[in-house]
């Protein structure tokens, strides 16, 4: 401002100084304009600091996509009883492995009086219960598979819809995979070493789970008891304080189909585990007044659809057993 004035002075006409003037102040609304539109970063309102504004968010407050109707669901199930919950779930997760998608479906039964043994005998009962389904009503679209992609799809239903599942502890099948990786049996077996080192805390992976589901057990395989550092805050924790009440129900061609577990009832544990874990137990306020004020022994465990669509086709990749999949870096179907 003081230089346009200096240089209108000198040349001795004013008549300078207005335009001048003008165009900096139209300047100066640009410049807080652009200041405003920096506080609005991809549609999300900013505060002064760059934080995200939840007070003009949509909720008013922080929101999160659901990867699951589990802790919701827990509330019908010590109310009504027995239920279930079927629908898409979202998981940030960002893998890119043939069994992943960012998008999926999801069956969640909850079940009352019920501790881990029963949700394990439900599981089974539940993958039998599918397999039949499939036998007994879709038996000519199973041959068509059976004939263009996958020889041994209706057998491998058969077997499963018949027989016993195994169970094994994680601390049993993690002594059963490293002593088989150590005496060369894996390589034996497989043709080359696991990729992931195998050991106690470690959550196993798909080529881990595969490996006891149809080269050791040859059959659907139940591990329980998984360490609590790997898993949610939600499942009991056992009497050894090391693991919880969990399971994952593996199945040949795919690894894990079923995630589940008995719930945490004991109210002192559950906030425990909640803070342990770095969570905010106020968030879970809600979650913790079903055992503030009345539950019961409860356990659940999700199916997923499109996994169940792998074991029972065939498929090798999880992508082509849903119309529109979405993964890490897609999302435009």
Not at 58 to 66: D, I, R
Not at 269 to 289: F, H, N, P, Q, T
Request: some cysteine; glycine content about 8%.
């Amino acid at each position: 401002m003081a230089d346009v004035k200096k240089a209108a002075k000198e040349s001795g006409d004013d008549s300078a100084i207005k335009p001048a003037l003008d165009a900096l102040l139209v300047g100066k609304k640009e410049l807080a304009e652009m200041e405003a539109k920096a506080l609005v970063v991809g549609g999300i309102k900013r505060t002064p600091a760059g934080k995200i504004d939840y007070a003009e968010d949509f909720f008013g407050k922080k929101a999160f996509m659901t990867v699951s109707g589990q802790l919701q669901v827990e509330t019908f199930a010590c109310g009504v009883g027995n239920c279930y919950t079927f629908g898409p779930t979202f998981r940030a997760e960002n893998s890119h492995t043939s069994r992943h998608l960012a998008e999926f479906w999801m069956i969640e039964p909850e079940i009352a009086f019920a501790d881990l043994n029963d949700d394990m005998q439900c599981a089974q009962d539940y993958v039998q219960f599918c397999c039949k389904f499939l036998l007994e009503n879709v038996y000519d679209d199973l041959e068509f598979i059976s004939k263009m992609y996958d020889k041994d799809a209706i057998d491998r239903l058969k077997t499963v819809s018949t027989s016993p599942f195994h169970r094994i502890t994680y601390t049993e099948a993690v002594d059963l995979l490293i002593a088989d990786s150590a005496s060369g049996k894996v390589k034996e077996i497989l043709g080359n070493e696991f990729e992931n080192p195998v050991s106690w805390g470690v959550d196993l992976s798909s080529e881990h789970e595969r490996y006891m589901a149809e080269r050791v057990f040859k059959c659907p395989t139940i591990v329980y008891n998984y360490p609590k550092e790997i898993k949610a805050f939600y499942m009991r924790l056992n009497d050894d304080g090391k693991t919880v009440a969990a399971m994952d129900v593996l199945v040949p061609k795919v690894g894990e189909l079923i995630g589940g577990s008995q719930r945490e009832e004991r109210l002192e544990v559950c906030v425990a585990r909640i803070e342990e874990m770095g969570l905010e137990v106020k968030d879970y306020s809600w979650y913790l007044d079903l055992r503030r004020f009345g539950t019961v022994t409860h356990s659940g465990f999700g199916l997923g659809f499109e996994r169940m669509m792998l074991f029972a086709t065939g498929i090798e990749n999880i992508r082509d057993v849903i119309p529109f999949p979405r993964w890490p870096g897609n999302a435009e179907l």
